[in-house]
């Protein structure tokens, strides 16, 4: 009997048809906003394939008597109970790596563009201002300090595109030892939270959410941010207190900030984070571009085929 591939957000349609062959694939990108629909398909399902919205909990799996696989298309794993899975031989698949150039980018231009100051102008020049002497005041990136919170792949390609833009990075990881090569072959300097935080002109997150660092960034450490810093977070919204920032950007304490994630998805009317000054949100799509659409969703797709084909 062929095997059911279900799959519930956006996937770039060439790797949806190389998923095809051999499989009954069923693509419905707006289950992940009809949770009951989906659960009414997934009994027969033998793999699922998701992005970072559609919940895999303890209810969902229930209904999945048949799973064997999780492609994830992305790299966290927060959506999915991955304990569960294991304990149902459920095997769960990260898109590692497939997008971390994407991230890289976003991180290294927006920190030039929030150090810059000087592209958040489009309403006061289309109302007749010309605010041309507060806004030549920006800095360069050239010679100022990025610090990076967390020292993985997409962290590592940061600090690459980085330092050939001119910044000097430094990196803060319990993870990796100090004596650890990748310290030396990179040219970053690994030092301590505070100093960390003391130092950096630009700060940007890589870290997952976990019950260790939520809320890592919250007032103590916004105040212990070096006067102007901008701050970044790519990584999971949970990670920042959105409040405390808000506050540390109307206080004037920070120079700006960029949120990609947020706690809650997608961001409430009438969050804290409303009308904040030199504040740049994005909708989660720091990793999401075209060309890592396609390595995500090529590499997922080659993992849940080869999956299913070995358990046949």
Not at 74 to 98: F, K, S
Not at 135 to 159: C, H, N, P, Q
Not at 252 to 274: C, M, N, Q, R
Not at 292 to 300: K, L, Q
């Amino acid at each position: 009997m062929m095997k059911t591939i279900c799959i519930s957000e956006f996937m770039d349609p060439v790797a949806v048809q190389a998923l095809t062959p051999g499989f009954d694939v069923q693509y419905e990108p707006g289950w992940v906003d009809r949770r009951a629909d989906l659960m009414g398909v997934l009994d027969g399902a033998h793999a699922l394939i998701v992005r970072n919205r559609t919940q895999v909990d303890a209810a969902l799996l229930a209904a999945a008597s048949r799973l064997r696989v999780v492609g994830r298309l992305g790299v966290g794993l927060d959506n999915i109970d991955v304990e569960a899975c294991q304990r149902r031989g459920i095997r769960v698949i990260p898109a590692l790596g497939a997008n971390a150039r994407s991230v890289a980018e976003y991180v290294v231009t927006t920190a030039a563009v929030l150090l810059r100051g000087a592209y958040l102008s489009g309403a006061e020049m289309s109302a007749g201002k010309w605010p041309r002497a507060r806004l030549s005041d920006g800095r360069e990136a050239l010679g100022k300090t990025l610090g990076l919170v967390g020292f993985g792949d997409i962290g590592r390609r940061t600090a690459a595109l980085a330092r050939a833009f001119g910044m000097e990075v430094i990196a803060h990881d319990p993870m990796l030892a100090a004596d650890d090569p990748v310290w030396a072959t990179s040219g970053v300097r690994g030092v301590g939270f505070d100093e960390l935080l003391a130092q950096a002109d630009a700060v940007s997150l890589h870290v997952p959410l976990v019950p260790a660092t939520r809320h890592l960034i919250d007032v103590g450490r916004l105040a212990a941010m070096k006067s102007g810093a901008v701050l970044i977070n790519t990584a999971r919204g949970g990670v920042v207190d959105e409040a405390a920032l808000a506050d540390a950007l109307r206080a004037g304490h920070l120079g700006g900030a960029a949120l990609d994630v947020f706690t809650e998805e997608p961001l409430p009317v009438g969050s804290p984070l409303a009308e904040a000054p030199n504040l740049i949100l994005t909708p989660h799509i720091g990793g999401v571009t075209q060309e890592a659409n396609a390595r995500v969703s090529m590499m997922i797709a080659q993992a849940v085929r080869a999956t299913l084909e070995a358990n046949s």
